[in-house]
């Protein structure tokens, strides 16, 4: 059962709609649904405006968008290793050097659809058990407030639990995660390529499931309640 993030969302003040990425079998539970063309190579983030009126964007091996998202979401080969590495660091500049890139290549992690779709989009609660990741599009002080958030139950020795890894924004929506199953966020949107589609105050901030779990779980005792937050929401209101 998906949890209510109602409490998180007021206490931290996120108005924006959370946008979830699904690997799901039906596209009816999700309308309604936009779609690409097959062989437009549009930016998904291009439907950010999309998802904040509740429309869901449905990704499939035939239309996914730019060559990107073909290649991280889809494990399509788009193009090959040398062009991909050209086009990157010696046309985008991404990278100093080619056999940087090269490595990065090799070993990045592609997502590859158990069901043939993916869905991005508002929640819905009854489709939480093919839900992969959530993303909250915020603010810096919001993006704060959900960093300690996601840092609330770790202790020092804990592996990190929000990373904020080199690469394409899609990817950051799903493919960098390690381990889905571990609580763990990405500070995303940081693509330079692809931010043009959001306003420029706004970030993402992507969890896996658990660790939406583990936000919305945060209860009275926790930052949500106490004077620090407070604080902040009154200097801003007073600015």
Not at 21 to 42: M, N, S
Not at 217 to 222: E, F, I, Q, W
């Amino acid at each position: 059962m998906q949890p209510d993030p109602r409490t998180l969302l007021e206490k931290v003040g996120i108005e924006a709609p959370l946008v979830g990425l699904y690997d799901a079998p039906d596209a009816a539970p999700f309308e309604p649904v936009v779609r690409i063309g097959a062989g437009e190579g549009t930016c998904i983030f291009a439907f950010y405006d999309h998802w904040m009126k509740g429309e869901t964007l449905q990704l499939t091996a035939e239309s996914y968008g730019c060559q990107g998202a073909g290649s991280c979401l889809f494990g399509i080969a788009t193009r090959s290793p040398e062009a991909m590495i050209s086009f990157l660091v010696d046309r985008e500049g991404l990278k100093r050097s080619r056999d940087t890139m090269r490595q990065w290549i090799e070993r990045r992690r592609l997502y590859r659809p158990t069901f043939g779709n993916l869905f991005i989009g508002p929640l819905r609660p009854a489709q939480y058990g093919f839900l992969k990741t959530v993303s909250f599009f915020v603010d810096l002080d919001q993006l704060a407030a959900l960093l300690l958030g996601a840092n609330y139950d770790t202790g020092p020795d804990d592996p990190p639990t929000v990373l904020a890894p080199f690469g394409s924004g899609c990817s950051q929506l799903l493919p960098l995660f390690g381990d889905e199953d571990v609580p763990q966020a990405i500070i995303g949107a940081t693509d330079i390529a692809m931010r043009q589609w959001l306003p420029p105050q706004i970030i993402a901030f992507t969890v896996t499931r658990p660790m939406f779990e583990r936000l919305c779980g945060l209860d009275n005792g926790s930052f949500l309640s106490k004077p620090f937050l407070k604080r902040l929401h009154e200097s801003r209101a007073e600015g």
